[in-house]
């Protein structure tokens, strides 16, 4: 398995509408992908804003391929996501998991 991570810091005021675009544009096109095996979200509160860390679970490289592009440690980011953050990785990183 393989997990795919991914940061981003939200201004202070779209912090819940960044979780609502989770929920609701994100995810279920995730759960739909062959090779998809879940989702971990995680938010702190900062000065600046809320810092997300989304990491998420693949069976292989190539589903994340599929999901991606051949490039895969671009960061997939819609523009809708993008006019919420302050700052975000414009790339990822990929972890094999050992246990």
């Not at 810091?9 to 992908?33: D, G, I, K, N, S």
């Not at 989702?39 to 391929?65: H, M, N, P, Y």
């Not at 960061?75 to 414009?90: L, N, T």
């Amino acid at each position: 398995m393989i997990c795919r991570l991914w940061r981003g810091l939200t201004r202070p005021e779209q912090a819940e509408h960044y979780v609502e675009h989770l929920r609701q544009q994100t995810l279920p096109r995730l759960r739909e992908l062959p090779g998809f095996v879940g989702v971990s979200i995680l938010r702190r509160q900062l000065d600046r804003g809320a810092e997300f860390v989304v990491i998420t679970r693949w069976e292989s490289l190539k589903a994340i391929e599929q999901f991606a592009g051949s490039d895969y440690t671009v960061a997939v980011v819609p523009p809708e996501a993008q006019r919420m953050m302050i700052d975000y990785d414009r790339s990822v990183r990929h972890y094999e998991v050992i246990e």
